[in-house]
């Protein structure tokens, strides 16, 4: 198995709302991504966790809220958006610490659209 | 951070082979080359990657500069479900990959 999971693969909401990406993988990778990708343009890293520990933020505003509950799961907890954070949401996993010779696998994302 | 320069769009004949260049003039001696391309509606796929040497997979090849200051990414024979963004990043230590513009891959039939 050399998938990364991600559900659900469509999601609107309002402003308001709280909703959660979910991200899955069953290969025993120790790393987890998450990448912005707004259309047309390159993906962006916001959250790396190596060994279930978050290890990196890239100033991410505190809307969005990583968790890694274990080594299979990442989710991506989203609350009070707004509709410029409309965008592609890309997980990714690596067998080792970011870095280096280690290469990535990635989600087909979940679209998301703020309204 | 390394930098990666490529150009914004190349187009291809099917059945063609393909050179995609990639510009990193400051590499450092612990930074490698990694190639990923991403189709259309999915996320980024890892094609190849090296460090000093020519490295050859099953989808492509990557010739690397003696000096390192330049690479190529080698499709033998494009076909169209080759057509993508293709993206030389480079990486060390505890870095992430980072991606860059990449290169707008079109493969004409």
């Given amino acids: 198995d050399t998938e990364v999971t991600q559900t659900p693969k469509h999601l609107v909401m309002g402003m308001t709302n709280k909703k959660s990406l979910k991200c899955e993988q069953h290969m025993g990778h120790r790393a987890m991504y998450w990448y ?18 978050l290890s990196i933020n890239e100033s991410v505003p505190s809307r969005f809220s990583p968790e890694c509950p274990n080594s299979s799961l990442l989710n991506l907890h989203l609350h009070a958006l707004q509709p410029e954070d409309s965008a592609l949401y890309l997980c990714a996993s690596s067998q080792g610490p970011a870095g280096g010779y280690e290469k990535l696998f990635f989600g087909s994302g979940t679209q998301l659209s703020v309204l | ?77 494009a076909t169209l479900r080759d057509a993508a963004v293709y993206y030389c990043i480079l990486t060390s230590g505890n870095t992430p990959l980072v991606f860059g513009k990449g290169t707008r891959l079109s493969v004409i039939a």
Avoid at chain 2, 31 to 56: A, K
């Fill in chain 2, 1 to 77: 951070d390394a930098k990666t320069t490529q150009p914004n769009s190349m187009e291809s004949n099917e059945e063609e082979p393909v050179h995609l260049p990639c510009n990193h003039s400051t590499i450092s001696g612990t930074d490698y080359i990694h190639w990923y391309r991403q189709l259309p509606s999915q996320g980024p796929e890892y094609v190849i990657h090296g460090l000093t040497s020519n490295v050859n997979n099953r989808m492509a090849s990557l010739a690397i500069a003696e000096d390192r200051k330049s690479s190529t990414l080698i499709l033998h024979r």
């Fill in chain 1, 36 to 53: 912005k990708q707004k259309a047309k343009k390159p993906p962006e890293l916001m959250f790396v966790y190596s060994y279930e520990k």
